[in-house]
């Protein structure tokens, strides 16, 4: 992922707005600043975080063409995230509240609208409620 190119094929990506119309990459800047984080909703249950996202970003866009733009092959892109992680074991409570959340994600889905974002949000915290109360199966 990461290589001397990276950067370079950074700024060649394709962007989208909040309602998935391709952008530049300084007016999706401009956006991710107003979104602050992106965030479209999160919550914390038990020890587990479900976040969901605006990236802005397509990450299942197929491979770049040869002036270096993903392209989605018609379908409508991914912009949108919603991640589960893990919060880490702090027995002593010494940890700051900035470091108590493992960036390994325990399972995520994509989204193409901010409403379908908003229905996975809410189906991934049904879905971590119910692995406090009956465990977490293998994904």
């Known amino acids: 992922m990461f290589g001397p190119d990276f950067f370079e094929r950074l700024s060649q990506r394709t962007y989208y707005d909040l309602d998935g119309n391709p952008i530049t990459q300084n007016q999706w800047s401009v ?7 992106g965030h479209v909703a999160r919550d914390h249950i038990g020890f587990y975080h479900v976040s969901t996202v605006w990236t802005g970003i ?4 197929s491979a770049d063409d040869d002036n270096g733009h993903a392209h989605t092959h018609g379908r409508t892109p991914l912009i949108y995230e919603t991640m589960v992680f893990v919060e880490r074991l702090d027995p002593d409570g010494i940890l700051p509240e900035d470091e108590k959340l493992d960036c390994t994600e325990e399972y995520a889905e994509l989204h193409a609208t901010r409403d379908d974002a908003l229905a996975g949000h809410h189906r991934t915290t049904a879905m971590v409620r119910d692995w406090i109360v009956n465990g977490r199966p293998e994904l």
């Not at 956006?31 to 984080?37: D, E, K």
């Not at 397509?58 to 866009?61: E, F, I, P, Q």
């Open 31 to 37: 956006l991710r600043r107003g979104a602050g984080s």
């Open 58 to 61: 397509d990450s299942t866009a």
